[in-house]
């Protein structure tokens, strides 16, 4: 749904090591959003980006940072991944200025840090 | 702080009967939006109604309908004649400028 998709589905790594989520839109849109989905504890935002190289911290930033270098790409560094980054990722578009208020989510990225 | 609370981690309804999902928040703002998404099983999120906040006006769509007091910063979602293609996770949001919050979720399952 309007044009979002994340990379890679499904990840298993080592703690200690770099990990990059990637969330690419086809739209153009100036919001991107990074949600972390974890059992009791519903969605939490990381970080999100409101333009290109314009991006801000949400609840949950630490151990994570984020890049926007093209409006169509919002990418997601875990620098030195850790067991308790194991969790569900989303990334998520929200359309401004068009009447749609909403976010569209991406698929979601399962990673589990071993 | 932008906070949004669900206190209800579980829910049952019996099928074709009416459920209340319970959401407050914390914002200062005048101006903010508030949601409420479902999520099935498949994952995906799908948005079930809206409020924006400067409405008094309590925002339906078909069998959903909110409770909105803002005052009392409560948001609660309103859910007639329950079908089994409700049980899902919802979730309640808010949006104030541009960071949207979630609230943990609230799991309803519905009784045949």
């Known amino acids: 749904d309007a044009g979002i998709t994340q990379s890679p589905r499904h990840k298993v790594t080592e703690t200690g090591t770099p990990v990059t989520l990637r969330c690419h839109q086809t739209?153009?849109?100036?919001?991107m959003y990074w949600y972390r989905q974890d059992p009791g504890h519903g969605l939490r935002l990381i970080h999100y980006?409101?333009?290109?190289?314009?991006?801000d911290k949400g609840e949950v930033s630490d151990g994570y940072s984020v890049s926007r270098s093209k409006t169509e790409d919002f990418l997601l560094t875990l620098e030195s991944a850790t067991s308790s980054q194991t969790s569900v990722y989303f990334c998520?578009?929200?359309?401004?200025?068009?009447?749609?208020?909403?976010?569209?989510f991406g698929s979601g990225t399962q990673l589990s840090v071993l | 702080a932008q906070t949004v609370t669900q206190s209800q981690p579980e829910m049952s309804v019996q099928e074709a009967e009416t459920v209340t999902l319970s959401c407050t928040y914390d914002t200062s703002e005048s101006d903010y939006y508030l949601f409420w998404y479902k999520q099935p099983p498949s994952r995906q999120m799908i948005l079930v109604i809206r409020?924006?906040?400067?409405?008094?006006q309590n925002a339906t769509e078909n069998r959903f309908s909110v409770n909105f007091q803002k005052a009392a910063k409560s948001f609660s979602l309103k859910i007639s004649d329950s079908q089994l293609g409700d049980a899902a996770m919802y979730f309640c949001?808010?949006?104030?400028?541009?960071?949207?919050?979630f609230g943990k979720g609230t799991r309803l399952h519905i009784l045949p």
């Open positions: 949001a808010s949006r104030r400028d541009d960071k949207i919050i």
């Open positions: 409020q924006e906040a400067y409405k008094q």
């Open positions: 980006s409101y333009g290109v190289k314009d991006t």
């Open positions: 739209e153009n849109h100036r919001y």
């Open positions: 998520a578009i929200r359309p401004a200025g068009t009447g749609t208020e909403k976010l569209f």
